[in-house]
């Protein structure tokens, strides 16, 4: 090995690394705004370089992808995590970031949805430290349901929370299949075996707010749609889901309003984070 090839963890590295293990997915925006506060194009090349090294050491991978809103124009960005080796790494200096690796093989089309998850999770640890509260975040997970993320927030109690952020345009049939049986397996001995505890409230981010209010104008068992036919087929209420225990807003919302009552349920509550954490 030539002395060009010895891995030297700097600070900046280091902060990358832990970044990365926390929030699993990020482009260099987001983690120049993490570290700098700002993205100005000095902060943007020294974080790019510094993750070029990462990436000639192999402990990082970084994929190009195409978000929806391209115009076609300039460079594409890139998203970053973890490899193999990298998870490696941070599983023994920060082993509550459960790091979890971002292959080479990722799908370029699951990129944003993961960044979305990235993003509001960084929300998220803002407002618990802004709230003196607890946040312990795991990623992924899949037994008998199979949320985006899982969370929980502590204060004197804990309080759980499933994460399924619904950034693609979705039929309702699809997400009330998806979204029922957190409603009915809320308080049984089954998801207290699979996950730990009985009660939760599930966060579904949406992509914009006409998305969200569709989705609840239908979960409360009404129809706002123009086309005949779905008024048609919509008339029996056959999303109707009156509950407390899923709660949808928009991913804007969630990001930069996070401490707000921002979380609408189709029980007609409208209700903050805070008003959980107890
Ligand atoms: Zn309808």
């Not at 599930?202 to 129809?223: E, S, W, Y």
């Not at 999303?239 to 969630?254: G, R, Y």
Request: aromatic share 10%.
């Amino acid at each position: 090995m030539t002395k060009d090839q010895l891995f030297y963890p700097t600070k900046l590295k280091l902060t990358i690394l832990e970044l990365l293990a926390r929030f699993e997915v990020l482009t260099t925006r987001d983690l120049a705004q993490l570290i700098y506060q700002n993205d100005s194009i000095n902060s943007i090349r020294t974080i790019n370089r510094t993750l070029a090294n990462l990436n000639s050491h192999s402990l990082v991978n970084q994929i190009f992808f195409r978000p929806e809103d391209y115009l076609g124009r300039g460079n594409l960005p890139n998203a970053s995590g973890l490899s193999e080796q990298g998870v490696a790494f941070a599983e023994e200096r920060w082993p509550a970031t459960y790091p979890k690796e971002f292959p080479r093989t990722h799908s370029p089309h699951t990129i944003e949805h993961d960044l979305r998850r990235a993003r509001t999770h960084i929300a998220i640890d803002q407002f618990s430290r802004d709230n003196k509260l607890t946040l312990g975040w795991k990623k992924g997970g899949n037994h008998i349901v199979k949320p985006d993320d899982t969370f929980e927030l502590t204060k004197e109690k804990t309080a759980h929370f499933f994460l399924e952020e619904e950034y693609k345009r979705k039929d309702f049939d699809a997400l009330y299949e998806k979204l029922k049986p957190y409603v009915s397996l809320h308080g049984s001995a089954e998801i207290k075996k699979e996950w730990g505890f009985r009660y939760y409230t599930v966060v579904v981010p949406m992509r914009d707010a006409d998305a969200m209010q569709n989705i609840l104008t239908h979960f409360k068992g009404g129809c706002n749609c123009v086309d005949p036919k779905l008024k048609y087929m919509h008339r029996s209420a056959p999303f109707k889901l009156h509950t407390d225990v899923i709660a949808f807003t928009t991913h804007q919302e969630i990001i930069e309003r996070t401490s707000q009552p921002i979380l609408y349920a189709p029980s007609g509550k409208i209700i903050a984070l805070l008003d959980i954490v107890k």
